[in-house]
């Protein structure tokens, strides 16, 4: 499988970005899909998770109410992550996985993608 990341950019705080992540080479809709997020220094951290159908999501506590995750399995082989209200602490690297379940999801089991750089500033 290949994962395509893209849409990260530098965004004032309180703003908006809508970062993607295209999927090639396997069933779309089989897999979970997830992103998470590595600032400079520090560990890569569960951003948001979706299942295979788009019926269940997962969102971190930091971002809840902030970041929508989302999926195109008609037409695209797409998950996005809208990310509004950002904050200088979601500057970070920004990573797609695929899984075989949210469960591998959460626990960093799968496939990435090649991180997109998001910067937040003040």
């Known amino acids: 499988v290949q994962l395509q990341a893209s849409g990260g950019g530098l965004v004032q705080a309180g703003g908006s970005l809508r970062l993607s992540c295209a999927a090639s080479g396997r069933t779309f809709s089989n897999y979970a899909m997830g992103w998470f997020r590595q600032a400079p220094g520090k560990e890569r951290e569960f951003v948001a998770a979706i299942s295979g159908g788009g019926g269940s999501t997962d969102y971190a506590d930091s971002v809840k109410g902030r970041f929508t995750i989302s999926r195109d399995n008609a037409n695209k082989n797409t998950v996005y992550l809208q990310m509004n209200s950002l904050k200088p602490e979601d500057s970070a690297v920004y990573y797609c996985?695929?899984?075989?379940?949210?469960?591998?999801?959460?626990?960093?089991?799968?496939?990435w993608g090649q991180g997109t750089l998001v910067t937040v500033s003040s």
């Open positions: 996985i695929l899984g075989n379940s949210m469960r591998h999801v959460y626990s960093a089991s799968g496939s």
